[in-house]
């Protein structure tokens, strides 16, 4: 089902609650001084938890952005959950994204997998296979498979996935969120045609990652 987008994300309603009940209190009773700390962690939390909705563009092959955040890999490897030759994508986040994840196609989930790990930096490569993440293999309609993984960051400490196997997916439709710090890898099939480039800037579900080859 696709979240209705109520502008600041439900993963971040208690903590700008307890955070707001805070800065009210410590303000009225000790006064704006003491208070003027969190009213910045206030207004963190409200630019981290931020959920603005995005229009997905039209070009059925396009391989959307599943995050917000900055293209730090754009490499052909091998995909570790496919065992197959594949490009890999991959979108960093920083605490000022946006921390929603969306799909990056129409796509039925045919398995998910959870692994424990460690909490390195997110932006290095090796936290790819050393971090905790949260892998969902998707297939389209058209029999092409991309694998889609949130990996935890130094900082994120906690991995949301709201799907499992058997659920359908549209492109842009939100599934989960990471919390604080942290990257989304895609390996696609390796015919496929990247359409960003090492250092780029994207937006979820607004931004095309690569373009995959119709077949058939």
Same mark, same amino acid.
């Given at each position: 089902?696709?979240?209705?987008?109520? @502008?600041?994300?439900?993963e $971040?309603? /208690?903590?700008?609650?307890?955070?707001?009940?805070?800065?009210?209190? @410590?303000?009225?009773?000790?006064?704006?001084?003491? &208070?003027?700390?969190?009213?910045?962690?206030?207004?963190?939390?409200?630019?981290?938890?931020r #959920?603005?909705?995005?229009?997905?563009? =039209? %070009?059925?092959? &396009?391989?959307?952005?599943?995050? #917000? $955040?900055?293209?730090?890999?754009v490499?052909?490897?091998?995909?570790?959950?496919?065992?197959?030759?594949? *490009?890999?994508?991959?979108?960093?986040?920083?605490?000022?994204?946006?921390?929603?994840?969306?799909?990056?196609?129409?796509?039925?989930?045919?398995?998910?997998?959870?692994?424990?790990?460690?909490?390195?930096?997110?932006?290095?490569?090796? &936290?790819?296979?050393?971090? =905790?993440?949260?892998?969902?293999? *998707?297939?389209?309609?058209?029999?092409? %498979?991309?694998?889609?993984?949130?990996?935890?960051?130094?900082?994120?400490?906690? @991995?949301?996935?709201?799907?499992?196997?058997?659920?359908?997916?549209?492109?842009?439709q939100?599934? $989960?969120?990471?919390?604080?710090?942290?990257?989304? #890898?895609?390996?696609?099939?390796? #015919? !496929? =045609?990247?359409?960003?480039?090492? $250092? %780029?800037?994207?937006?979820a /579900?607004?931004?095309?990652? !690569?373009?995959?080859?119709?077949?058939?």
């Amino acid at each position: 089902m696709n979240y209705p987008h109520p @502008i600041i994300a439900r993963e $971040g309603w /208690t903590f700008l609650g307890t955070a707001l009940v805070l800065a009210f209190a @410590i303000h009225f009773f000790l006064g704006l001084l003491w &208070a003027l700390p969190f009213w910045a962690a206030t207004l963190f939390i409200l630019q981290f938890f931020r #959920d603005p909705a995005r229009v997905a563009p =039209e %070009d059925p092959q &396009a391989v959307l952005s599943p995050a #917000d $955040g900055r293209i730090v890999a754009v490499e052909r490897v091998r995909d570790p959950y496919l065992e197959r030759e594949a *490009l890999k994508i991959s979108v960093f986040m920083n605490v000022f994204n946006v921390h929603a994840n969306r799909s990056p196609v129409d796509g039925a989930v045919k398995r998910r997998w959870y692994h424990a790990g460690s909490f390195l930096n997110a932006a290095l490569d090796k &936290a790819s296979l050393e971090n =905790e993440r949260n892998a969902l293999w *998707l297939q389209t309609a058209g029999g092409q %498979d991309v694998t889609c993984v949130q990996v935890a960051g130094l900082v994120a400490r906690r @991995i949301l996935c709201y799907v499992d196997q058997g659920a359908s997916l549209e492109r842009g439709q939100r599934y $989960g969120f990471i919390r604080f710090g942290s990257r989304v #890898d895609v390996y696609l099939p390796p #015919d !496929a =045609e990247p359409k960003a480039a090492l $250092g %780029d800037k994207v937006y979820a /579900t607004e931004s095309i990652l !690569a373009r995959l080859k119709a077949h058939g």
